[in-house]
């Protein structure tokens, strides 16, 4: 492929993926060349090659098939002298919503490179679907982003991955944004913040520093998790954290699980995100997943206004595919990309050959074994201890525990668990799991322990 065809292509792409996003994450892209069926390309920083590689990787790889090139995926590779963002003397110009990092540079020209991420056009509030599992992270965000007197500081959302903690977090800095235009608003994940901080060390600009991340009006760090065993970091954001608070500014935080459960985040620091607001965003229910399938076909149908999905698909990927709310995108931009080529409607038979994969890796099945395995790593007992025939009440919890969850996530029978479980009668596997359904409504850490494995098995 030619550049001058990439140069063709990338204005289809502007057309399919908006202004914003175009500029941000298409137009820094440097074609490098197409051998055996992949397309390299440069990019500035791995942090865009892999947002790239998500989000537009299927629409950049159908263009391309369309154009009559036979591409089957795409590499990115990072160079050094590449400009991070797009520059200014191609076209088109970057929209004044990109602004949003450039306030956030709080009066410090020098510390140009220090800007906030840039945000993704399309995690807005409108495109956020609510149901059960994640209404109150929603409402809680909502009142956040309204802008008025602090109440709860930090907000922590925390959940599993691709449940919508990025989403909501750039919800909330665009809608800041709409109402509060004065108020310096950083987003950034806390590798940045990390890769920052060292940047800062080492061209001896700590004070600089300081003053940029002090002199916010609300600070949105998305995956603290990253900064777990990072001392330095870790100690520079426990000191940023109290700055602000002693202001009266605000804090957002994402993490991947409770800051109570963050192996090696220090005490201090899992204290005060614990002082806030903590709110979970569950997995996903069937309900839920549907609503999204349905937001996400409306959205589509601007980009391939011909295309048609038949009765029941919609409902079919909902039930087969619960690992995460990425995935289920993903599933239905493959879907799009690929009815579009052959030029089908996207019915059932459509559906099973093009997300074969998909729909395979969504079959996996957790096994007793698993379970016991995981329980007794979890509660750091021996695997012959959750099997044995001990009743120390250190083993007997997590055995229960382990019955519960092979009831929930296995179709093994009572007295089969029972066999598993050094042959135990299938009523003791009852009373087991009966029990963890009482305690899960009476004592909050067994209901926490459920919930963390489950989710880890479920990964
Ligand atoms: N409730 C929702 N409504 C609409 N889209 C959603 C919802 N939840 C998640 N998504 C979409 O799923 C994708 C993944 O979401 P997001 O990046 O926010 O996940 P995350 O929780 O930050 O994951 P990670 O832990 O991997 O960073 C995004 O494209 C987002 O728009």
Redesign the pocket.
């Known amino acids: 492929m030619t550049q001058e065809k990439w140069g063709l292509l990338r204005n289809k792409l502007l057309k399919a993926v908006g202004k914003n996003n175009y500029t941000t994450w298409i137009e820094p892209l440097e074609f490098q060349e197409l051998q055996d069926g992949v397309a390299v390309f440069s990019v500035p920083t791995n942090f865009m090659g892999n947002y790239v590689s998500q989000?537009f990787a299927d629409l950049i790889l159908y263009e391309m098939n369309t154009a009559g090139e036979s591409v089957e995926r795409l590499a990115f590779r990072v160079a050094a002298n590449l400009p991070a963002r797009p520059s200014t003397d191609a076209a088109p110009e970057p929209a004044p919503e990109q602004s949003l990092s450039q306030q956030a540079q709080v009066g410090n020209d020098a510390l140009g490179s220090l800007q906030a991420a840039p945000l993704d056009s399309?995690?807005t509030f409108d495109?956020?679907?609510?149901?059960k599992p994640?209404e109150l992270a929603h409402a809680a965000a909502r009142r956040v982003s309204e802008g008025g007197p602090v109440t709860f500081n930090p907000l922590v959302l925390y959940?599993?991955?691709?449940?919508?903690?990025?989403?909501?977090m750039h919800a909330i800095a665009w809608e800041l944004k709409t109402k509060c235009p004065d108020l310096n608003v950083l987003y950034l994940s806390a590798e940045q913040f990390m890769y920052r901080f060292v940047q800062a060390l080492r061209e001896r600009r700590m004070m600089d520093f300081k003053h940029l991340f002090r002199s916010v009006d609300v600070l949105m760090v998305?995956?603290v998790q990253f900064i777990a065993g990072k001392d330095s970091t870790q100690e520079e954001f426990f000191h940023t954290f109290n700055a602000l608070v002693d202001q009266n500014k605000q804090i957002i935080i994402?993490a991947?699980r409770a800051p109570g459960e963050i192996k090696d985040l220090e005490d201090r620091v899992k204290s005060r995100l614990q002082c806030g607001l903590v709110v979970d965003?569950h997995p996903t229910d069937y309900e839920?997943r549907l609503g999204?399938l349905q937001?996400k076909v409306q959205q589509y149908s601007s980009t391939y206004p011909d295309l048609t999905i038949a009765d029941g698909v919609l409902e079919f990927l909902a039930q087969r595919i619960s690992t995460?709310?990425?995935v289920l995108?993903g599933a239905l931009t493959r879907l799009f990309a690929f009815a579009s080529l052959v030029g089908r409607e996207i019915d059932m038979d459509l559906t099973q050959d093009c997300l074969a994969d998909v729909l395979r890796a969504s079959e996996r099945k957790i096994t007793v074994e698993e379970i016991q395995r995981k329980v007794s790593d979890y509660y750091n007992i021996r695997l012959s201890d959750i099997i044995g025939p001990k009743r120390l009440r250190s083993y007997a919890r997590p055995r229960q525990v382990a019955m519960y969850l092979c009831k929930q996530l296995t179709s093994r029978s009572l007295p089969e668990i029972g066999r598993r479980f050094g042959g135990r009668d299938h009523t003791t596997v009852m009373h087991g799991v009966k029990r963890i359904e009482e305690l899960k409504t009476t004592d909050g850490q067994i209901a926490e322990d459920v919930e963390m494995l489950r989710r880890s098995l479920e990964a």
């Open positions: 989000n399309r995690f495109s956020f679907v609510v149901g994640n959940g599993g991955v691709g449940l919508g903690k990025t989403h909501l998305d995956d994402s991947d965003l839920l999204i937001t995460n709310v990425r995108e």
